[in-house]
């Protein structure tokens, strides 16, 4: 449950028909106080599972006014009633002495003033079934009459009123198997799906949605709305974003997903709407408690803050971990083929697609991303030039080195021509090494970005491997005294694969200066998975050549 800041105001008070809230306990207490709020309403708060009366929640209870002691009332004297039966009545004398009876007369009631109805006799069988409850008075003789006075505790429950209570308790017996009843009819119908959207669409009416001051309106009110949708209707999932930190950002989410729901949240920034970057992702996991999940703060890994710009944010559920409730729930859904960005997994039911944008889009922001552009298009101007130069070398270089080889290996093997191929293979040898420390830098941590094409430097890079492959494949005769007929097959399927290489790097490079630039002036970023362009293809490699003898240094003809 996410924390709203306020300790004091959490509670809501119930009226009529809808609730108000939150509120201190004093608030609440002063409008009872006004007649606001009735005093017999009842209260809530985050803490609670249902709603309570207000005189039951300890936190309204306020210690009553120490009660004052009663004054001792004057009654006024009683004349003795006689008795319907045979036997002498309890009385008492003028002189203050007590006669003993063959019958008492006990009094259930207070005494009565002058007009009231008298007690009623009862004989000393009755008497015994009273218990010590509630205070009576009985009377006593003082000079200037008789006063009233508390003595002790007497239960007049006898009789009919014995039976009362026994009903009483009946019913109430009766009561509670009626509620255990109630109780597990409700939970049937609580699995039943319908039913059990029925009633949490009605609960969610009446269970407030917590405050949340750092969102816009709107916001906020389509977060609140996403909760009452039942399930029958379909998965309801809003998205809002927090304005308590200007740096990073924290998202709201919400849905009518029972509770305990585990979300993920990817964030991948829109390319040429980003402050001096090219590209950004990131992702935030949690779950939904009481149909909210908090996530956040969204940062670089090292804890830097994202760029200001436009984000697409996808919201799916966790691949494991769910509540049996929540599995149900998605169950009902089915795989939707989705285009999303590359990193995405592709296989989750739930998807939740928002747009955001995230800091101020004002005039500060225009200008910096101007700026930005400007530098961008300049590099990619640079990029194109040294791209072309790239793969122009390592061309040249894979002809020469291929032909180098091919007019050596029909020769006689000697002195003459290992030193040919040794001139050969230094150029080939001192421009790998200035490739492979270029592609170092590139390869680099956080340089990656500094790249606006880096698709197609990591392509050429890739043809760069093969060719220092295909170069100490065909060094072998030479170095190590290897046959030319073991290294000819490897030698078939290098020049293969580089050739469609480079085939399918002059198209990409084709393309991107056919492109038109975009908005910005920026080339669009080119893949070379992308179909090539019509180039005639390579011719077919020669047939296989019969095994050959390895003519020895005394048959050379010269290099």
């Known amino acids: 449950m996410m924390e709203t800041n306020l300790p004091d105001k959490k509670w809501f008070i119930y009226i009529q028909d809808h609730h108000e809230g939150p509120f201190t306990v004093k608030e609440i207490l002063d409008g009872i106080a006004t007649g606001n709020y009735p005093a017999d309403g009842f209260v809530w708060n985050q803490n609670m599972t249902d709603w309570l009366p207000i005189g039951d929640v300890p936190d309204f209870k306020v210690a009553p006014p120490a009660a004052a002691t009663p004054a001792p009332r004057v009654v006024e004297p009683q004349p003795t009633v006689p008795t319907q039966t045979n036997e002498p009545a309890f009385t008492l004398n003028t002189g203050g002495q007590r006669e003993e009876p063959s019958q008492v007369v006990v009094q259930i009631k207070p005494l009565q003033k002058k007009g009231k109805p008298e007690p ?127 740096l990073s950002p924290t998202f709201y989410v919400s849905g009518n997903l029972p509770e305990g729901a585990a979300l993920e949240l990817y964030a991948i920034g829109v390319s040429h709407t980003l402050l001096n970057t090219l590209e950004f992702s990131g992702r ?141 293979s230094s150029i080939w040898k001192q421009l790998a090494v200035q490739l492979n420390n270029g592609f170092q830098k590139m390869n680099q941590p956080g340089n990656e970005l500094d790249w606006i094409h880096l698709n197609l430097y990591r392509d050429i890079q890739a043809i760069a491997k093969k060719m220092n492959d295909l170069h100490q494949n065909q060094d072998q005769p030479f170095s190590a005294k290897v046959p030319f007929t073991q290294v000819m097959a490897e030698d078939v399927s290098l020049r293969a694969s580089i050739e469609e290489s480079l085939l399918k790097f002059k198209g990409a490079l084709l393309r991107l200066e ?30 296989s050549e019969p095994p050959m003898q390895q003519p020895t240094e005394t048959d050379s003809n010269g290099a």
């Open 514 to 543: 056919q492109s038109p630039l975009d908005a910005n002036g920026i080339p669009n970023r080119t893949v070379l998975d992308a179909a090539a362009p019509a180039v005639s293809p390579p011719p077919p490699p020669p047939p």
């Open 120 to 246: 009623v006799p009862l004989n000393i069988e009755d008497a015994r079934e009273y218990r010590v409850v509630r205070p009576e008075y009985i009377s006593t003789q003082q000079s200037d009459g008789l006063i009233a006075e508390p003595t002790q505790e007497l239960d007049y429950s006898f009789g009919t009123q014995k039976r009362k209570r026994e009903w009483i308790s009946l019913n109430q017996l009766r009561v509670i198997f009626l509620i255990l009843g109630l109780g597990a009819l409700g939970a049937g119908l609580w699995h039943h799906p319908t039913t059990r959207d029925s009633i949490q669409g009605v609960l969610s009416k009446f269970s407030p949605f917590p405050q949340l001051s750092d969102v816009d309106v709107g916001d906020y009110e389509r977060l609140k709305s996403a909760t009452r949708v039942p399930l029958s209707q379909g998965v309801q999932i809003e998205l809002a974003v927090s304005k308590a930190d200007p």
């Open 284 to 424: 935030l996991e949690g779950k939904l408690e009481s149909h909210l999940m908090r996530a956040g703060p969204l940062r670089y890994a090292d804890g830097k803050v994202i760029p200001r710009g436009e984000y697409r944010v996808f919201i799916m559920e966790a691949p494991a971990g769910q509540p049996p409730e929540v599995e149900q729930s998605l169950a009902t859904l089915t795989k939707i083929p989705r285009q999303l960005p590359e990193g995405l997994p592709k296989d989750r039911r739930l998807v939740v697609e928002k747009s955001i944008f995230w800091g101020d889009r004002d005039q500060t922001y225009l200008a910096r991303l101007k700026d930005f552009h400007d530098k961008l298009a300049q590099k990619a101007t640079e990029e194109l030039s040294e791209l072309r130069e790239l793969v122009k070398l390592i061309d040249s270089q894979y002809s020469n080195t291929n032909s180098t080889f091919d007019r050596l290996k029909v020769q006689t093997l000697g002195p003459r021509q290992a030193q040919a191929w040794a001139s050969s």
